[in-house]
C-alpha cells in the first residue's frame, strides 16, 4: 500500500461525508481532529464537494479524498482541487487507470471476484468492498478475503457503530468507511461536538477490536 493507504489503515476507520456547504468544510475538520479523526472522504455527490476538500485539502491537520468518483475528468478534478486518494463505488477501469496515470492511490469499488480480478490487473492494491452490508456483510467480506489473501479492503456502506467491529476483525479489512459519525444534517448543522464525540467513539471501537486481536 502507498503512504496515504497506510495511513487510513491506520486509523482503522474513514468517516464518509456528503457536504452540502463548502463553508461546512472547516467546522467538519475541526470536528474530525477534535475526535482524533482527521480523514475524511468527501463524496462527490454535491455541488459543494470539489470546495470543500479544497479547503480540508489546504490544512495541514486533516488527509482528505474523493469518493464517489465515477469518471476520469472527476479523478482530475478531485486531484485538482487537492484529494489525496479516490474512492470509488465500483469498478472502473478508466477511473483507475487515471489515477495510475497521476500516481494517486485508488480504491476502487469491487463487490464480485471478477471485480477485484480486475482491479489486481491493473495493480490496485486495497478495494472499497460496496456495499458491504447489502452484499452479505462481514461473511461476504471474509470469503474475499480469503480468496484474495493479498488483497487489503476497505469495507463501506451500511455499516454503523454496531457492526463495525465484525469488518475489522477480519484480517484483510483495514479498515470500514462510514457516515455514521459524520451525518450529512450533523455536518450541515455544524455539529461539532457532536461529531467529534462519534468520531472518539469509532476511534476508540477499532482500538477495541485490534488491542483484543493482539
Ligand atoms: C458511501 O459511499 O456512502 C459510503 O460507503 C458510506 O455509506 P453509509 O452512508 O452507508 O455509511
Same mark, same amino acid.
Given at each position: 500500500m502507498t503512504g496515504v493507504l497506510d495511513t487510513l489503515a491506520a486509523y482503522g476507520v474513514l468517516p464518509v461525508v456528503v457536504i452540502d &456547504?463548502? *463553508?461546512d468544510a472547516d467546522y467538519l475538520a475541526e470536528a474530525l481532529v477534535g475526535g482524533g479523526l482527521p480523514l475524511a472522504e468527501v463524496t *462527490? &455527490?454535491? /455541488?459543494a464537494s470539489l470546495d470543500a476538500i479544497r479547503t480540508l485539502a489546504l490544512r495541514a491537520d486533516t488527509l482528505v479524498g474523493a469518493g464517489t468518483v465515477l469518471t476520469p475528468t472527476q479523478v482530475d478534478q478531485a486531484v485538482d482541487a487537492g484529494a489525496a486518494f479516490v474512492a470509488s463505488p465500483g469498478f472502473s477501469r478508466p477511473v483507475v487507470e487515471r489515477c495510475v496515470e497521476l500516481g494517486v492511490p485508488v480504491v476502487p469499488g469491487t463487490v464480485t471476484p471478477t471485480e477485484v480480478m480486475a482491479a489486481l490487473d491493473l495493480g490496485v492494491s486495497c478495494v472499497n468492498v460496496f456495499p458491504a452490508h447489502a452484499a452479505g456483510g462481514p461473511p461476504a467480506v471474509a470469503v474475499l478475503g480469503e480468496v484474495f489473501p493479498d488483497l487489503r479492503i476497505i469495507a463501506s456502506g451500511g455499516i454503523g457503530p454496531d457492526d463495525a467491529a465484525s469488518y475489522l476483525a *477480519? /484480517?484483510?479489512?483495514v479498515a470500514v468507511g462510514g457516515s455514521w459519525m459524520v451525518r450529512r444534517t450533523l455536518v450541515l448543522a455544524r455539529e461539532v461536538t457532536t461529531i467529534a464525540r462519534l468520531c472518539r467513539e469509532a476511534v476508540e471501537l477499532v482500538a477495541g477490536v485490534r488491542s483484543a486481536s493482539s
Open positions: &456547504r463548502a *463553508l *462527490l &455527490r454535491t /455541488p *477480519l /484480517p484483510q479489512v
